[in-house]
């Protein structure tokens, strides 16, 4: 079976459906979301922060990344590196989430 182009905005809106538990509000709009790389085949590599360096839910955070583009029709593995430069401030809201008012 053919599956359409996977692009960067089709992971984006799957990953804009997990919300952080502490801010309930989604990890896309936070700004946690740094880089998604599609270039391979059914791969997806993501790069991801979470609010804090020790956040008690980066481990929750960083499985429901994967889990959920792994469930993207076509995607049969993704990666998720947690990294912690640039570290997360609420400007990042801005600056990788919501657009600027």
Do not use: H
């Not at 804009?16 to 309930?24: C, F, Q, S, V, Y």
């Not at 839910?57 to 049969?76: K, L």
């Amino acid at each position: 079976m053919l599956v359409p182009e996977l692009t960067q905005q089709d992971v984006r809106n799957a990953l804009r459906e997990i919300e952080d538990p502490e801010m309930g509000t989604s990890i896309v709009d936070l700004g946690l979301i740094y880089e998604i790389d599609v270039t391979e085949p059914a791969v997806v590599k993501i790069k991801m922060t979470t609010t804090t360096r020790f956040c008690p839910a980066s481990g929750y955070i960083a499985d429901a990344a994967r889990q959920r583009v792994e469930d993207i029709a076509g995607v049969s593995r993704a990666v998720v590196d947690l990294v912690y430069e640039p570290a997360w401030s609420p400007d990042m809201v801005s600056l990788f989430g919501l657009p600027k008012a």
